[in-house]
């Protein structure tokens, strides 16, 4: 049986690591770290992580700052809050909560928000400093850069001679994460709809990252055996058996299955999920130590 490898705990210690240098760095030059996140409309889910976030932000000893504008808030009101933030010194972090409601564009949103506040990782700045391996003076996107903390937990940080498959190519995920585990010395395979044999590409996987929105697509006869295969999926389907209308999440991995032969392997929920919250964190702290010019810390 595979090792199910904790992402619960993992976050725990990231946000650990994350309130001590908090901590540290009011304490050596007065400046609190600042995260505002903001969100547009009223979609439930959105809502809840946002509270989350905030949440989180408190409990490490954050300037937490929270944006709720009306469904109908416009470009321009939206562009304008960005710009106030992007200008206010005591946030370093600024995060808007994706998706817009459909009146709205995201993409100019996300292109202004200062590289150096851009917590998420999604402007072209950061992204272009992961795409040319500077992994250091930039921010990387939360997602990837949390799967990729829990790969370095099973393999250490060079996975020189190892082969990985990421399944999915999106911005937000599969390219950053591709692009991370190449930087790790992995020959990365990027695998997507259009992809020929995709079982077959993933059975040549030592590492094998699945990221797509399909609940359970990846099965065990597609994984090698003893590979560590990190679900980022987050699919919610009908679970009958826990009463009528209920439902549950599961992961783009039909986990009961794969777990009988990879090494190592992602639950969800409580795998890549709470990794992305925890890098968020730490994206933030690293950034108001640059703001403050100190050294950030490594996480
Ligand atoms: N915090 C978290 O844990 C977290 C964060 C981000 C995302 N997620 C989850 O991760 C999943 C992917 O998110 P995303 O934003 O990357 O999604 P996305 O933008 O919809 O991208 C999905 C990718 O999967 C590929 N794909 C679709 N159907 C496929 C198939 N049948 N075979 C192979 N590849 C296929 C697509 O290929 P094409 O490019 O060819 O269309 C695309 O590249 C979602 O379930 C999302 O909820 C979780």
Same mark, same amino acid.
């Given at each position: ?81 960005? /710009?106030? &933030? $992007? +200008? ?6 600024? !995060?808007?909560?994706? *998706?817009?409601?459909?009146? %709205?564009? @995201? ?52 996975? /020189?001679? &190892? $082969? +990985? ?6 911005? !937000?995920?599969?390219? *950053?994460?591709?692009?991370? %585990?190449? @930087? ?64 549950? !999440? ?9 777990? @009988? ?39």
């Amino acid at each position: 049986m595979a090792v199910v490898i904790d992402g619960k705990e993992a976050a725990a210690s990231v946000i650990s690591a994350v309130s001590e240098a908090a901590a540290s760095l009011e304490k050596a030059t007065g400046v609190k770290p600042g995260l505002a996140v903001v969100i547009v409309g009223n979609d439930p889910a959105s809502h809840a992580y946002v509270s989350s976030k905030s949440k989180m932000a408190k409990q490490c000893g954050f300037n937490s700052v929270q944006h709720s504008l009306p469904e109908d808030t416009t470009q321009g009101d939206l562009q304008t809050l960005v /710009s106030a &933030l $992007n +200008a206010d010194p005591a946030i370093h972090g600024i !995060l808007v909560q994706l *998706p817009l409601p459909k009146h %709205l564009d @995201a993409d100019p949103v996300i292109q202004s928000i200062s590289p150096q506040k851009d917590v998420d990782g999604l402007n072209t700045v950061n992204a272009g400093k992961i795409a040319t391996g500077d992994l250091t003076s930039g921010l990387i996107s939360c997602t990837p850069a949390g799967a990729m903390l829990l790969v370095k937990r099973i393999h250490g940080d060079d996975l /020189s001679g &190892l $082969n +990985a498959v990421v399944i999915g190519r999106s911005n !937000l995920f599969g390219k *950053p994460m591709g692009l991370l %585990l190449l @930087a790790a010395n992995a020959t990365v395979t990027m695998a997507h709809s259009k992809t020929r044999d995709l079982a077959g590409v993933c059975r040549g996987a030592d590492i094998l990252v699945a990221a797509v929105g399909r609940a359970q697509m990846v099965k065990a006869d597609w994984v090698k055996p003893g590979a560590t295969v990190i679900d980022v999926g987050i699919n919610r389907v009908p679970a009958p058996d826990k009463g009528e209308g209920k439902t549950r !999440l599961v992961g783009d991995v039909d986990f009961t299955q794969a777990s @009988a032969v990879a090494g190592a392997i992602t639950p969800v929920p409580g795998g890549v999920g709470p990794m992305t919250i925890a890098m968020l964190m730490a994206n933030t702290v690293i950034a108001a130590h640059r703001a403050a010019g100190q050294t950030a810390p490594n996480f």
